[in-house]
């Protein structure tokens, strides 16, 4: 696994250094778009995309509306590398193959990683479009860290502890006030799919703690964790889980792309404060 990982990092990293300038050192800021929100690339001065398939090692996200590309370009000021399309373990793929293309930006240089995904609202004070910072998750999804651990990448029991950067967090805060982009707070609980949440699973997730609920996001966090990479995560509430609304995943991306443009000015705005 580990030499597949540099090899990958080290073909994008050749490629890199041909485009000339400050690519040579690779990207700072690592960006995985979720449901709905791939239009923040629009935002990326692109210098690059290469498709997943032309990649050595990377499985093709089959999920409608995730197009499938590594994007390279200028946001905030920063060089960033945005997944356009991420890989879920309901589509078949292990745990280590969904957080794979985390592992291949680390040695890529990325020293910050933002991820983004649409999820069900379970805090009863949430409502359909808000933008939810996440500040912790439960994961459900079977741990990427499982089985045998490979030291270059990171301790064999990592700490969990403030996964989501809380600098990261209070800077969202200031640069929201300023904006005046309203934001939740709370935690992500991050489950296998790929059905839609039942009432009494909803109301499982509140009684332990969680604010929201979607299908991805907690294996690429814990494996950020352990690479030692600070993380910000956001979701947008596509539905509220105890209404009577029924899921639907093209609701989902039409809710998603609402909220995309408070979305995306938060996130050009941290990384350009970074």
Not at 29 to 58: N, Q, R, S
């Amino acid at each position: 696994m580990l030499e597949q990982i540099k090899e990958t990092a080290s073909s994008i990293l050749a490629e890199c250094r041909s485009w000339g300038g400050a690519w040579g050192e690779g990207p700072e800021v690592g960006i995985i778009l979720g449901t709905g929100l791939g239009g923040l690339v629009e935002h990326i001065e692109i210098t690059a995309a290469i498709e997943y398939k032309d990649i050595p090692g990377f499985p093709v996200s089959t999920v409608s509306g995730h197009k499938g590309r590594l994007i390279f370009g200028t946001l905030g000021g920063k060089r960033v590398v945005a997944m356009q399309g991420r890989f879920h373990f309901y589509e078949g793929w292990t745990p280590q193959q969904i957080v794979f293309p985390v592992r291949v930006m680390k040695f890529l240089g990325i020293r910050t990683l933002f991820v983004s995904n649409a999820s069900g609202g379970v805090n009863p004070d949430f409502h359909t479009g808000d933008i939810m910072v996440i500040t912790d998750h439960i994961n459900l999804i079977p741990n990427p860290l499982v089985g045998p651990n490979i030291e270059e990448l990171g301790p064999r029991f990592p700490d969990m502890h403030g996964c989501y950067d809380p600098g990261l967090i209070a800077l969202a805060k200031k640069i929201a006030t300023v904006e005046n982009i309203s934001l939740q707070f709370g935690v992500y609980v991050g489950g296998t799919g790929p059905t839609y949440e039942t009432q009494a699973e909803y109301k499982y997730f509140g009684a332990i703690g969680g604010d929201a609920a979607g299908m991805s996001t907690t294996p690429e966090v814990i494996a950020a964790r352990h690479l030692g990479i600070p993380v910000f995560g956001a979701s947008i509430i596509t539905n509220i889980g105890l209404s009577d609304e029924t899921g639907d995943h093209e609701d989902v991306q039409r809710q998603g792309a609402l909220a995309e443009k408070k979305m995306t000015k938060l996130f050009t705005k941290i990384i350009e404060n970074l």
